[in-house]
């Protein structure tokens, strides 16, 4: 996965895989599932460099880390729910452009079923304003959707590192991209914990 959530994206697409967007600011450019860019371009989004580290729990507290939380749930319920990105979860904590990201990849993934929120585990926050915060931490790329045949992971496990762009917007924190490639801040992900929660 490239860039999963917001300005330029990281979308989660077939065999349990998060795909990613390039992050030209416009437009953005999706990554296919074997993980090459439908453009030769890819830069994720600048940013003011990194804040200092909170706890993990004060982290967790921030308003935009929580409403990344609720977008992962979202997002593996979409997948979860045949392929239906209208559902409350996803538009609630989602830009309107990341909406329609949503709509046009999680048809790649039906068949798929997530156990529980998609895991992101949030290391620091890099741009931190009051118009927008890009949360550093680590991601499970690959190898937490499930065959529901077998109920295992399609895929081995890969986690990487990513940076979650959220943007407030009429005082609502909303996920505008996830990136995972050519980061300005990175986290690593050996000593970041990653939690897997289940529904």
């Not at 090459?36 to 993990?56: D, L, N, R, V």
Request: proline letters at 9%.
């Amino acid at each position: 996965m490239r860039g999963w959530l917001g300005r330029g994206c990281v979308l989660l697409l077939a065999a349990g895989a998060l795909a990613a967007c390039t992050a030209e600011p416009e437009p953005v450019t999706p990554i296919t599932p074997g993980g090459s860019s439908s453009s030769s371009s890819s830069a994720a989004p600048e940013t003011s460099g990194p804040s200092e580290t909170a706890t993990a729990s004060a982290l967790e507290d921030d308003p935009a880390v929580q409403a990344l939380r609720g977008y992962l749930a979202g997002y593996a319920e979409a997948v979860n729910n045949g392929g239906n990105p209208d559902i409350p979860q996803v538009e609630e904590h989602a830009t309107p452009e990341q909406v329609e990201r949503v709509r046009g990849n999680v048809q790649d993934e039906i068949g798929l079923e997530y156990p529980g929120p998609v895991p992101f585990g949030v290391d620091s926050l890099a741009t931190d304003t009051e118009a927008r915060k890009d949360v550093v931490g680590c991601l499970v790329l690959r190898g937490y959707a499930e065959d529901p045949a077998t109920g295992a992971p399609r895929d081995q496990r890969e986690v990487v590192p990513a940076v979650a762009v959220m943007e407030n917007r009429d005082g609502t924190w909303l996920a505008n991209g996830i990136y995972t490639e050519n980061l300005p801040a990175t986290a690593d992900c050996a000593s970041v914990e990653i939690e897997e929660g289940t529904w």
